[in-house]
């Protein structure tokens, strides 16, 4: 295999876990719903048809990527552009999974935005400010680890440990996203 695709390998393992750790996440606090409702066949189809969807959304994610991981793999080293882009998205999963546990079909930052202004009787001038802050807070927690990652090496060979052990654990989810598909088509078959 060529270096490239070895390192686009990682990267989809990278970009696989944290969906496939929301998947499972949500399969398994609606798992007992969907057993109590119908049958637990139609959970266990429920569990296959979210890993299979999990599996297509880190391709489709690794699809997006890669581009950006190839145009700077040409001027750095890879472990370097790996770890970068890595935790970026790690990130960004991070504040979604974040933003889904917390929003209730609501939009959560600005609910709680409306709560403190509502709770401290605060003028609307300074929600603008407080809605800023937050903007600021997010958009320095994806940007600061890049820069720290380039700058400090023991920060990148830690972080490049971690995705080592996190691609092991993602080929487990390849092994389930595999029998997820066995199950799916099963399904379809039999249905």
Do not use: C
Not at 15 to 38: D, G, M
Not at 144 to 154: A, H, M, N, Q, S
């Amino acid at each position: 295999m060529k270096t490239h695709q070895k390192d686009l390998l990682k990267l989809f393992l990278i970009i696989a876990f944290p969906i496939h750790i929301w998947s499972i996440y949500q399969v398994l606090s609606n798992f007992e719903w969907v057993a109590e409702r119908t049958t637990v066949w139609d959970a266990v189809g429920f569990t296959a048809y979210s890993l299979t969807f999990a599996l297509f959304e880190s391709i489709l994610f690794l699809v997006l990527l890669s581009p950006i991981y190839l145009r700077l793999r040409k001027n750095n080293k890879a472990d370097i552009v790996l770890a970068v882009i890595g935790s970026v998205f790690m990130i960004v999963a991070i504040w979604e999974m974040i933003y889904q546990i917390n929003s209730n079909n609501s939009n959560f930052f600005v609910t709680t935005i409306d709560q403190i202004v509502s709770k401290y009787k605060l003028r609307y001038r300074y929600k603008a400010g407080l809605i800023m802050s937050v903007a600021v807070f997010i958009t320095t927690s994806i940007g600061l680890p890049p820069f720290l990652i380039v700058k400090y090496d023991k920060l990148k060979s830690i972080i490049i440990e971690l995705y080592e052990r996190i691609e092991l654990l993602s080929y487990f989810y390849l092994a389930l996203d595999l029998l997820s598909i066995v199950i799916v088509i099963i399904r379809n078959l039999t249905n």
